[in-house]
């Protein structure tokens, strides 16, 4: 579920069950707070069917095409993980119904068979493995660790306890491993006008300096302004600035 829809349901179930002054309710079903919209079984085990509802009926109309962000990074380009952390991240949390993520690990590298023995694969291997919105959650996580790689294993076994770590090593020393940077690789390579820096950011397809700018500034305002739909109510809120910077 996303996050808006969250935290618009979890006020709606505070304001009508414990209302101000008083206690916060005890969970009332054994699923998380992220999961309590997922299907309507778990709406009404949860007893927040009515919520989901109301949620639901305000979300952007699916017809009208979402932003599609597209970030060629390193995971231990410092500029890549800032960009990662506090801005696309947020955003996408904020706004997944109106933009769509694909992150490409690649960068400045160069494919070498050797390369599934060192840290790019990872990342990589991990977003082949898993669902695309727990992908994201366990690169962020790992991204925003003191130490990206040892974090690897621990952020998996967080978001995605189905899939085993053996899994991953297995992607990231064989050949599976190789071939996913080699298609990152070609990805990166087949970029017009080719990229300069990581993080190398593009809209819909198409990067421009204007929008890179916007984006590193205030990704936010800047997806919520290139969506063609009704804007959702998070739009409305303040966006976040910050300096650009590059690998």
Excluded at 60 to 70: E, H, K, M, Y
């Amino acid at each position: 579920m996303k996050l808006s829809g969250i935290l618009a349901v979890l006020l709606l179930v505070y304001t009508e069950r414990s209302g101000f002054g008083m206690c916060h309710p005890k969970p009332a079903c054994r699923y998380p707070p992220s999961q309590w919209c997922r299907s309507l079984e778990i709406a009404i085990e949860c007893r927040v069917e009515k919520q989901c509802m109301e949620v639901n009926a305000t979300r952007p109309n699916q017809a009208v095409p979402g932003v599609s962000v597209t970030l060629y990074y390193e995971s231990l380009c410092p500029d890549c993980r800032e960009f990662i952390t506090q801005q696309l991240f947020p955003t996408w949390t904020m706004l997944q119904d109106i933009m769509a993520v694909t992150l490409v690990p690649y960068g400045n590298a160069k494919v070498h068979q050797s390369v599934a023995q060192q840290t790019l694969p990872s990342p990589a291997c991990i977003l082949h493995l898993t669902e695309h919105s727990l992908a994201f959650h366990i690169i962020y996580c790992m991204e925003s660790s003191a130490d990206v790689l040892s974090a690897a294993q621990s952020c998996l076994r967080l978001y995605a306890p189905s899939v085993p770590w053996s899994r991953v090593d297995s992607c990231v020393k064989g050949d599976l491993g190789y071939q996913l940077m080699r298609a990152n690789a070609l990805m990166t390579r087949a970029l017009n006008p080719a990229h300069t820096h990581v993080p190398w950011i593009t809209f819909n397809g198409e990067y421009t300096e204007e929008n890179e700018d916007k984006a590193m500034s205030s990704l936010f305002q800047l997806v919520c302004h290139l969506y063609k739909g009704v804007k959702p109510p998070a739009c409305a809120g303040a966006p976040v600035r910050l300096d650009r910077s590059f690998c």
